[in-house]
């Protein structure tokens, strides 16, 4: 299974505007490529947060042909709103959940954010691409894109404007 | 006076890999393409930081067509290696600093970090463009490109990969 991690970032790295939460702040131009490029993923996996703000669309937009995971401490929280192979919540490793989608027989993952599910799912050596859009913003402090030290090495794939925007879309491989 | 901020960063935003000073991490080609575009400016700010950095290196390289300013609260500490309108140490605000430079008739200033200096020009609303170079590196932790909170929106003005490399040149006008 490819496994690809999707973020729009400021360009000094910030995945949010200081404190506030959400995405509010991207472009009108990441978030139709992001709409366009979302289906030829049939995984997702995002932290607990992020599903919380995506929640009432996503429950509206359930679909057998794309598994969502959510990483959660407290996966019973949310028991009401699982469905197998569906909508599922996990505390367990990236390797397990990367392994359960696996075995699902699911093929491109987009990993949809935020820190901690970038930091853990880049710790364990499971992202083989990463899709940044470049935000024409500068926040200074914010949610970093990632958190824990790394020293990961990428191969440029491809790099775009996104239409009649300042933003650019980056695409790289990472390197093993 | 155009003033330019040039930098290069990892995708996430550090302009040292972890704690470590220096920019020998950052690749040849943003290091050939730096070289060939200082010449086209008549002034160049730099920290205290940066300076001791290449000092060595600018000190056999001072040229009255290139006036060096370097930020430091100590400038008295460096009296020995100043020259009027060619190198000068001044603990004053990026305005007077501004100022000083565009009354001794200079044109295109370049901000080449690092973050204090970036941070203090940037806040005072002097940079006219950013040129950064996206390594294709991430680092999770490390000196920031800027710390103080900002909300900057920029324009993009040109966007390229350099030459046989990984990385991306993203140029960018400040927006006012």
Same mark, same amino acid.
């Given at each position: 299974?490819?496994?690809?991690? &999707?973020?729009?970032?400021?360009?000094? +790295?910030?995945?949010?505007?200081?404190?506030?939460?959400?995405? %509010?702040?991207?472009?009108?131009?990441? $978030?139709?490529?992001?709409? #366009?490029?979302?289906?030829?993923?049939?995984?997702?996996?995002? !932290?607990?947060?992020? *599903?919380?703000? &995506? =929640?009432?669309?996503?429950?509206?937009?359930?679909?057998?042909? =794309?598994?969502?995971?959510?990483?959660?401490?407290?996966?019973?929280?949310?028991?009401?709103?699982?469905?197998?192979?569906?909508? @599922?919540?996990?505390? @367990?490793? %990236?390797?397990?959940?990367?392994? /359960?989608? @696996?075995?699902? !027989? =699911?093929?491109?993952?987009? &990993?949809?954010? !935020?820190?901690?599910?970038?930091?853990?799912?880049?710790? %364990? +050596?499971?992202?083989?691409?990463?899709?940044?859009?470049?935000?024409?913003?500068?926040? !200074?402090?914010?949610?970093?894109?990632? $958190?824990?030290?790394?020293?990961?090495?990428? /191969?440029? &794939?491809? *790099?775009? =404007?996104?239409?009649?925007?300042?933003?650019?879309?980056? #695409? *790289?491989?990472?390197?093993?």
């Amino acid at each position: 299974m490819r496994i690809v991690l &999707i973020v729009a970032q400021s360009l000094d +790295g910030f995945i949010t505007k200081h404190d506030l939460p959400g995405t %509010a702040w991207t472009s009108a131009a990441d $978030k139709a490529w992001f709409r #366009k490029c979302l289906p030829q993923f049939d995984a997702n996996v995002m !932290g607990r947060v992020t *599903y919380e703000t &995506i =929640r009432p669309h996503l429950l509206s937009d359930l679909d057998p042909t =794309r598994f969502r995971f959510v990483l959660t401490s407290s996966p019973a929280r949310f028991a009401s709103d699982a469905q197998p192979e569906i909508l @599922e919540f996990s505390a @367990e490793s %990236a390797a397990n959940i990367a392994s /359960t989608l @696996e075995k699902s !027989g =699911r093929k491109h993952c987009a &990993i949809l954010g !935020g820190t901690r599910v970038h930091d853990d799912f880049l710790q %364990a +050596g499971l992202v083989d691409e990463i899709w940044v859009t470049i935000e024409p913003k500068l926040f !200074g402090t914010g949610t970093p894109v990632v $958190k824990l030290p790394q020293d990961i090495s990428l /191969t440029l &794939i491809d *790099y775009q =404007r996104l239409a009649a925007s300042d933003s650019v879309l980056l #695409k *790289y491989r990472v390197r093993r």
